[in-house]
């Protein structure tokens, strides 16, 4: 293109950009391409302009990063959501004691067991009922499952071996007092396996292993209205710590775990404590989340960092929860390293149990699982959801005068021992007393929402573009305009047609010398003169 051509397209372009600088609606451009203005000053208004530019873009760009990192927002609800809407929780107890000594002598006199001496079968148990036992120990473990294998005892066998001789709800719970009737509430309680050995779930979801014939009791989800002590579940627990045969702690009594009904039992590793001659108040706050519509509607599952109601499904658990999914993938990756399952997890149909031999490679996977759970399971946390934040407080037990009240008397007659300074030892001793109740009178409710809709967001970056520079919608178009109205569709129009031109050029007919006079003609001019 000639030289002269690119000084008018230049000057032609400094002309636009000088008028949309005078008229825009953006601040501080007029400043910069004023007529007579000292070189300082547009020096000065371009830098304030840039500094607009700077601050605008800046802030815009953490509120995308906001909004696309942190969509959503959870904010609270109701603090006094009521508590009939709250299921009462899922209490686990489960004895440190995990066999009983007198169950285990009856269940060996069985013939098939004729040839184990008690110390193998204990020791036996003992892996069973504690997983962590097993690590490192390969070879143990190999001897001892080759030595079954001799007997033509299986691992179902030795499975229904721990169910026999652990003990039982009846055997654990002496009293059970619920809304402050005593009443027969045992039929509330499920004999269940826990990572923690065979345990007992009171107010626990529906649990069924039909390889294992294994079936909880089927109750509804129970309710309170109220707070306080009087308005929950208290029980007498007997440790029995003559009966001791397996351990698998270094204090007598029982952990227990305050839990929703729909997560699994672990029980190893967040129960409490709950040792004999103690009463244990255990008051809980009640507190539940809901999402929006539009959270599940809008928001993916990695933005809103939890799982919608019915997103997931879960092969071994009616009901979505983290734990159960943890558990679940555990369960998975056992499969697929061991090509088994232990007893206290489901499976797929036809999974064998595991034998001895194979403890130590559930145990890593387990602890593989449990130490990077990240790495091996993507289990969010469901957006809907209840859980329990306890409060506990403890005393000593039996206090002076139990021994006049009518639980004393009760529990005397119940369990044949004597009502005197003997019976009172006994409770000293082995009894263990625990109250769980809502500590308020109602709950919390929180709303897990949008945290900033397609309107917020616009409106946000608009009152920062319009903070920095002054822009907005009107300045956008004004920019439109000019680039493309009153420069590009001009300019564009031009060439359009000069090209036009030069293509009719291009295309008329070539000359015809027939048509032409030739320049030897003589035309012949009469003059008159007058």
Known sequence: MPSRQISIQSQKAGKAVKEFCDTTSIHGLKYITEEKSHWLKRVMWILVFLAGIFFSGYFCWQMWNKWVDSPVLMSLDSNRYP????????????????????????????????????????????????????????????????YYKSLNISSTDLFDVLKKSAPSCRDMVMDCIWLGVPSPCIE????????????????????????????????????????????????????????????????????????????????????????????????????????????????????????????????????????????????QLMQERCKCRPYFFRADKGTKLCELASYSCISDAYEDVREREDEFCNCLPPCSDVWYDPEISYATFPGRGFNLTRTFKRLVAGRNLSSTTDGTEYFKS???????????????????DIRFGVEDFISAMGGLLGLGLGLSFISVFELFYFLCLRWVFPSSKRLFRRRSEEVDCQTLPPSNKNNIWSSTTTIGTTVSVS
């Open 83 to 146: 508590l009939k809407n709250i299921p009462f929780p899922a209490v686990t107890i489960c004895s440190v004691n995990k066999v009983s000594k007198t169950k285990l002598l009856r269940v060996m006199e069985d013939p098939r067991y004729k040839n184990i001496s008690y110390d193998v079968m204990q020791q036996t148990l003992r892996y069973m009922t504690k997983l962590d036992r097993a690590i490192k120990k390969e070879k143990e473990l190999k001897d001892l499952n080759g």
């Open 188 to 331: 509330y309680f499920s004999f269940l396996p826990t990572d923690d050995g065979i345990c007992c779930t009171f107010n626990g979801a529906k649990y069924e292993d039909a390889e294992l014939g294994i079936k909880s009791n089927e109750n509804k989800k129970l309710h309170v209205g109220g707070n306080g002590y009087r308005m929950g579940l208290a029980l007498v627990l007997d440790a029995d710590i003559e009966d001791y045969s397996v351990t698998n702690g270094k204090f007598d009594g029982f952990k227990v775990l305050v839990h929703t009904s729909e997560e699994f039992p672990d029980v190893a590793d967040r129960g409490f404590v709950l040792g004999p001659g103690s009463e244990t108040f255990v008051g809980v706050k009640g507190i539940t989340t809901f999402n929006t519509e539009e959270v599940a509607k809008d928001v993916t599952p990695y933005q809103r960092q939890c799982q919608v109601e019915g997103e997931k499904k879960l092969k071994y658990f009616p009901q979505y929860s983290r734990s159960a999914c943890t558990i679940e993938c555990a369960t």
């Open 430 to 448: 082995n009894v263990a007393v625990l109250h769980v109740y809502y500590k308020d009178k109602t709950g919390v409710r929180y709303k897990t």
